[in-house]
């Protein structure tokens, strides 16, 4: 079992490339997460999110999209940077909040 596992671990080592690019991004959730995947996909073509600069405005867009049109994606996903930003951040809070509360361990104190 030991054995095994430090395989599987070698093995993510020699994967894992460091991406810089992902490191110094304007965008929060750009790169990949710990297994080597993109942080968001397209729930319409399943291409990765990743951020995209209009002007002065600040996107995630579906890679499919942006790259190849609707010959990629037919959705064009567009989302603003501020607002899925701030949603996801809000939703974990919401989260971190509830699993430090341990609602299924609190203890009834019962009176004598």
């Known amino acids: ?4 596992a ?3 671990l070698l ?4 994967k894992k490339k460091h991406n810089v690019r992902a490191e110094n991004s304007h965008y ?4 990949e997460n710990s297994l080597g995947e993109p942080m968001f996909v397209c ?3 399943g291409g990765p999110i990743n951020g995209n600069q209009v ?7 579906c890679s499919a999209y942006k790259n190849k049109g609707k010959a990629g994606c037919d959705k064009g996903l567009y989302i603003e ?3 899925l930003e701030s949603s996801v951040l809000k939703a974990l809070k919401k989260r ?16 004598l």
């Open 96 to 111: 971190f909040h509830w699993l430090i509360s341990k609602p299924w361990q609190k203890k009834q104190t019962v009176l």
């Open 28 to 31: 929060l959730f750009s790169g």
């Open 81 to 83: 940077k501020d607002k």
């Open 1 to 4: 079992m030991a054995i095994r």
């Open 43 to 45: 729930m319409h073509c």
């Open 6 to 8: 430090s395989r599987i």
């Open 11 to 14: 093995r993510n080592k020699k």
């Open 55 to 61: 002007a002065t405005r600040y996107y995630y867009v």
